[in-house]
């Protein structure tokens, strides 16, 4: 007996992990390339002996899993419907390598059928 199923799908959803050079100094918004999608990183700046790194959210974001910096990961963060903001306890330097753990979307259509063949005995 043999049975068909289609799969069909608008997109896939693709951990995503790459580390970003973030300057204290530097000028923000900033726009990078993150596996060919286009984030914001909206501002990065030190407060109360913290890191703070506000990252704009956009359609092609699922969601941030756990990021880090010098395998210290965040301490605690905070969300909104545009704003995605990091907080990491760490000494303060003027750059750092920002391991951002972004869950991209991805709208690559499939649409396939799927043989399955049950062998009777």
Known sequence: MIKVKNLKAEGVLVDANKKVKIDLND??????????TRVTIKDVKYENNRLV??????????YMGVSY??????????????????????????????????????KIPINMDIENTLIEE
Do not use: M, Q, W
């Not at 704009?56 to 699922?62: G, V």
């Not at 000494?91 to 753990?101: E, F, G, P, T, V």
């Open 53 to 62: 790194v506000e990252v704009l959210n956009n359609d092609d974001i699922s």
């Open 27 to 36: 000028n923000y918004p900033k726009v990078i390339d993150y596996f060919g």
């Open 69 to 106: 910096i010098d395998k210290e990961s965040t301490i605690e963060g905070y969300y909104s419907d545009s704003i995605h903001g990091l907080v990491f306890d760490i000494d303060k330097r003027d750059s750092y390598d920002l391991d951002l753990a972004i869950i991209l979307k991805h």
